[in-house]
């Protein structure tokens, strides 16, 4: 395999919520969710920004992430994504700088161009533009979290006059910072220009472009190259919609029809995507386990299509778990915690000298009972032998 010493477990947290269910409960689901993966040891969560659809509810990554940073310990903490066209950088910049302080280098930046059109649309955005405006700001946020020197720089968009971070990071040189790459090779083309990390989903289709995992990688890679930076696989994060079970059938009873709903009330009939299958709702999670979009079964289903994944891209370094709510709160907190104890030891090289040490006793077992047996018998006779002494 391809995959690093110590894989990186995840999650990235849109979130999805059910219209009809309390926002405010559900916002305090996320954060309880948080907080149980920081007590089984994940290693970060990935927050996401939106303005409308219905369904995503977090409008300000950074506001969720000083909430959640208070109530964890070791988790690390990321703009899942931080939609750049809608913030002047500077302003971008600074907040996550303050955040890097105050989660004591906690916080990583995640950006993008946007995903929904509707919140483009309300700001008077217009989407062929938005990755152009990423690229530019992303740019700018580069220069503003190294520079020493006053920036001045005009856009069409925004302005920099004798521009300087009021607050330099804590974590040096900068905290890490990710480019999401979904559904185009814009997301890999920045990646690479810029030096950056990649969050991106395991199936890449987008408009005319439709490619494999390894050759999306290589845009990345020839991109860097081109700018004289450099890019690393232990930094690609994948995108992949999991649950888990104690077998492969409950797995898919628990998920069947919320995952269905999902699919089908949102993607489809609010965001416009195509449908996954013409058939009825409970049958999409089927067509999509099997085409391997999505992980349903147990903690072996997810390590063997860790590996698939592994073989498909030629090496990433961290899984990141679509969060949903597919399940009952018990089932999905069960599910994240089938990973943590079944899973994620056998990409972060937990088990090696454990398992080591095990056959070590397994084939040296005969002789060590006699070894055993001849102190036990050792010890009686030294008892005696005391007992008899004057």
Known sequence: MALPARMKFGIFLGPFHWLGENPTLALERNLELIQWLDYLGFDEAWIGEHHSAGWETISSPEVFIATAAERTRHIKLGTGVLSLPYHHPLMAANRMVLLD????????????????????????????????RMDEALGIIMRLLTATEPITYESEWFTLRDALLHLRPYTQPHFPI???????????????KHGCAVLSVTIIRGGAFTTKLSEFWDVAEETAAEHGKTVNRDEWRLVLHVHLAESRREALEQARAGAGRYQREY????????????????????TMVERGAWCVGTPDDLVAAIKRLDEASGGYGGL???????????????????????????????????????????????????????????????????????
Not at 108 to 124: C, I
Not at 331 to 353: I, T, W
């Open 320 to 390: 990141l778990i679509q969060t949903t709510e597919w399940s009952t709160r018990e089932q999905m907190l069960h599910s994240y915690e089938l990973v943590a104890r079944y899973v994620m030891p056998q990409f972060q090289g937990s088990l090696a000298n454990l398992r080591q040490s095990q056959a070590l006793s397994a084939r040296t077992r005969t002789v060590l009972k006699d070894v055993r047996s001849g102190a036990l018998a050792r010890a009686h006779q030294d008892y005696l032998d005391q007992r008899e002494r004057p």
């Open 101 to 132: 302080h105050l989660t004591r280098g906690r916080v990583m930046m995640g950006v993008g161009p946007g995903a929904l059109v509707t919140d483009a649309r309300m700001m008077g955005i217009n989407p062929l533009v938005q990755r152009r």
């Open 267 to 286: 993607f489809e009939r609010t965001l416009g995507h195509d449908p996954v299958i013409d058939g009825p709702a409970d049958k999409i999670i089927d």
């Open 178 to 192: 990710a480019v999401a790459a979904a559904q185009s090779p814009s997301g890999m083309v920045l990646a690479g």
